[in-house]
Structures are given as C-alpha cells and as structure tokens.
C-alpha cells in the first residue's frame, strides 16, 4: 500500500558521508532533558484542527491513532489491534485493551468513534481528507469500530494513523492535550517551550527518556552554540548551510535521507497574472532545477517533475523535469500580454533561501519581491487568500500521491474534507473525477493510473509549479541513539541518550 522514495546513487553518497562522520567524540556527563531544536512553534495542540507538517510530528508524540506507520512508513497495529474486513466496504477493528488517556480514563470504541466523527465534521478540521471515503461509523462492541466506506479501499489503513483518537466529549478547541502516546506534554513554556513527560500510564514499551523537551530555536546562530556546548541534542530541519557547517563539529553527525517532501511555487490562479496558463508555463520553464538543487540545497535534493516523488503511489514517469528555455518564458509572457515582464511578491518562510529562485524568474522577465515571514504569518497569508505566489512545500504523509492531490488540489469540499489546503483558487472537474475515480479504485493499480492520470492533468494545469524533492536534513549529537523516519517525524519514545562512560 505504501511505497518508498527509491534511494538515488547521490542519496546514499549523502547518506554514507553523513554516517561516515560519526567518529567517536568525547562524551561529557549532560544531565537534564533530552533536546530538540524547532524551527517554529507549532500552530496549534488540537491535532484534528492542524495537520501543518511540524504540529502534527510534536503531536505524534501525544496522540495515537487506530493504525500506525512505522520507520519505513509499513502499516502497523496502534491503538487496534487488529482488523478484518467481513465485505468489501466495511472494516471491523478490534480495540487493545489495557489503553488508557493520559488522565485514566480507559479507551473504548465510543471514543474512537467520537474521533473519527470529529475529525471528519468538525468545522475546522485539517484532517478530514483522511476520512473521505468514510461513509459510517458504527461502535458494534465496547472494543470494536465498524467503519464503512464509500468504495472498497485499502489505503484507509495509511490514512487512520493520522487521525488522532481523543477523549470522547473533548472540547470544541483542545487546549490540553489528553491522548494515549507514550508522552504527555505539558502546556507550561507553550509555544517557545514544549516540555514531553514519559506517561506511566502508557500501554506500550517503556520510552528511555524520561522528559524530552521541544524548543523553538529560530536563530542559526543560536541553533549552532547550543549544539556545540551540550544544551541542544537534535537539530530539525537545519539549513543546507548549517548542515554543512556542523558536519566539520566533532560533537555531531549530519543525517541526510530522501523524503516524501516536494518544493513547489504555488500560484494564485484565479487572479492575475498568474490566472494565465502560458505565466505560469513562463514560471515553469524558467526554472533550473538542478542548478537550485545545487545552489539552495547544497546538493542535498533533486530535481522535482511534478507533485510526488518517484516511488510514491501516483507517481507519473511520463512526466519529464523540464529543461530550463529562457526563450520559450520570455515568448509565454509576451503572448500572455507581458512583452516587458511582470513583477510579483513571493511569499516564503523566512529560514528558506528564495534569492535563487528570484534570480533565475528575474532573468526571464519575472521580477520577483521577496517577502519572507514567520512561519505562522506566511500560512496565514496563504490561507488568507492573500498569497500571489507561495514558496513552500507538501508533504505525501502515507507515501501516496493523494495526500497532495485530495487536500491542495481537489475543488474545496470542505464537507467532504477534501481541498482543505487549496486556498489559490485552483478547479478542475476532470481532475476531480480522477481523485474520485483513484479513491473508489478497486485495486492499488487502479488507483495508481488514476492518480497518475490526475498528475499529468495538473502539470498541464500547473496550479503548483515543482521545484525539488529535498533530503530531510538533522543534526544529531553522537552520543544520541536515533535513527530517522521516512516521514519525517521525530518520536521521543525512539530517542535516547547513550550510557555515560567510564
């Protein structure tokens, strides 16, 4: 059901280099909590409300759904134990006993019931996406969830491991987190400070560490003394720059993989200039990916063709990286009323470098005005609809096409969960009867055309304009125990510090 990225020669090059680095350093005594460097805070502590990438790993760390993935992203039992299905549109999934909320009280199929109900119908939900196809809910024992759904589909399992089960009767905001996960978080610090306890409550093995705290560490600077004298463990998502900057530090290894991550230029299309195809097709063309690989991302990435990383369900392969043709932009934007170019304002996260980006639109007549911003104000411009031109990312959290594509592509159905990220105006109903047609897909091949066919039908459309897929970048000190995920998440329960030595 899941696919992994397949492991370029440059990726595993990355990746023996960065391993090769982990000589032994010496090992002072450090006491206190294991750390983890943010790059911003998370946006909310409501996990149906916020499926933002970052919020949604602090999260994890808290919350539990049905199903899991594990490290390589394979289905796991979580919160149900196991499951079977007595038709081709019902599954029936059978609780673990013993689970309990982080306050005691114990898990039943009411709650997870309540959950799923939530999430897919709350107002405000960020992960009714996932629920889609789901058409009823049915508690048919204290310890069994009946889940109907709208077509025979087995990608449900991928998609229930990010669907937080929360006490049933939660609030309309959760504010304080109750959940099942091996961590409970406190609130004190909130958002500069996340402070996670080991719960003795928890169900599972017994984590290492017993408080692991989360700081927001927005300063490379900052970010870098921290790690060299001891007060920061780990490092998320470091610039290239400071990845190869620590890579020379004895204290710490760089850890590079490839990642279910695709930069995109996201364009506002139902305003000018970028509701004309041929400037967005100027966009396009005027890019040199490799050279951005290079430049932006130090090497640590590739090329980006479309929407999805090669390996991911719905990857299309008859969707060629497009050569850069500086001619062919300036002839679009010519055609499309701008014989002398066009300016626009590119919104971005302010860690980000965007200076390449401006350059290589700038000499096809692109004149770009960076605007770089926390990482709340840019979403919140972007969610605004205030955004002409977005540089970020998307995420393929199951490792299949359709987390993309149902959520920042699909026609806003906010009923339906689907287009919850859409907010640049993009419609098609060719491309939503595809996404219909994968998600009722009888077969993983059939849903795999019909994702690829939607994937060719939006990189004609080109309401998102690939840029590169890029390598997860950490920087981890050696004497931390810790390997990372295909999905990016970083799970207290799997950190630990080595013993002390003699």
């Known amino acids: 059901m899941t696919s992994r990225p397949r492991w370029t020669a440059a990726a595993l090059a990355v990746a023996a280099a960065s391993l090769a680095a982990c000589t032994a350093a010496p090992r002072p005594a450090r006491t206190g909590p294991l750390r983890v460097g943010l790059f911003a805070a998370p946006l909310s502590l409501d996990p149906h409300l916020e499926a933002e990438f970052l919020t949604a790993a602090v999260l994890a760390n808290v919350f539990e759904g049905l199903t899991s993935l594990d490290g390589a992203m394979r289905v796991q039992p979580m919160l149900a134990v196991s499951w079977d299905t007595p038709d081709p549109l019902t599954w029936r999934f059978r609780l673990r006993h013993g689970v309990r909320f982080h306050d005691g009280r114990p898990v039943g199929a009411r709650d997870v019931a309540w959950s799923l109900e939530r999430a897919r119908r709350h107002p405000h939900s960020s992960v009714a996406h996932y629920l889609a196809d789901v058409a009823e809910l049915r508690v048919a024992a204290p310890d069994v969830i009946e889940i109907r759904t709208e077509a025979s589909t087995s990608l449900l399992l991928n998609r229930l491991a990010f669907v937080a089960i929360v006490p049933e009767g939660s609030p309309a905001q959760i504010r304080s987190p109750i959940g099942t996960g091996p961590y409970g978080l406190a609130t004190e610090g909130f958002p500069e400070v996340l402070t996670l306890r080991r719960s003795d409550l928890y169900w599972g093995p017994r984590p290492t560490e017993p408080v692991v705290q989360m700081l927001v560490v927005k300063e490379a600077v900052r970010l870098r003394e921290m790690l060299l004298s001891g007060a920061l463990d780990v490092s998320l998502s470091p610039t290239p720059e400071e990845a190869e900057r620590m890579r020379a530090e004895p204290c710490c290894r760089v850890v590079a993989r490839p990642s279910v991550v695709i930069e995109v230029l996201q364009c506002r299309v139902d305003r000018p200039p970028f509701d004309d195809l041929r400037v967005r097709r100027a966009v396009n063309l005027a890019l040199d990916?490799?050279?951005?690989?290079?430049?932006?991302?130090?090497?640590?990435?590739?090329?980006?063709?479309?929407?999805?990383?090669?390996?991911?369900?719905?990857?299309?392969?008859?969707?060629?990286?497009?050569?850069?043709?500086?001619?062919e932009a300036r002839r679009l934007l010519a055609a499309a009323g701008h014989p002398h170019g066009l300016s626009a304002t590119l919104d971005f996260r302010e860690d980000r470098r965007a200076d390449e980006i401006r350059r290589q639109l700038g000499e096809a007549g692109i004149e770009l005005t960076l605007r770089p911003s926390p990482w709340a104000e840019v979403l919140g411009r972007v969610r605004s609809g205030e955004a002409q031109l977005y540089y970020g990312a998307f995420t393929a959290d199951t490792g299949d096409a359709g987390d993309i594509l149902d959520s920042a592509v699909h026609t806003p159905q906010p009923g339906a969960g689907l287009g919850v990220d859409n907010h640049f105006g993009y419609s098609s109903p060719e491309v939503d009867g595809l996404l219909l047609a994968a998600r009722t897909a009888p077969t993983l091949l059939d849903r795999r055309r019909a994702l690829q066919r939607a994937m060719e039908r939006v990189m004609a459309d080109l309401p998102m304009v690939p840029v590169a897929v890029p390598y997860d970048l950490y920087v981890v000190r050696h004497d931390v125990r810790w390997t990372p995920r295909l999905d990016g998440r970083v799970l207290a329960a799997e950190l630990a510090r080595e013993p002390e030595q003699p």
């Open 289 to 327: 990916r490799p050279l951005h690989v290079a430049r932006v991302l130090r090497g640590w990435g590739e090329p980006a063709s479309q929407l999805a990383s090669p390996g991911t369900v719905g990857f299309a392969p008859s969707i060629r990286t497009p050569e850069r043709d500086l001619v």
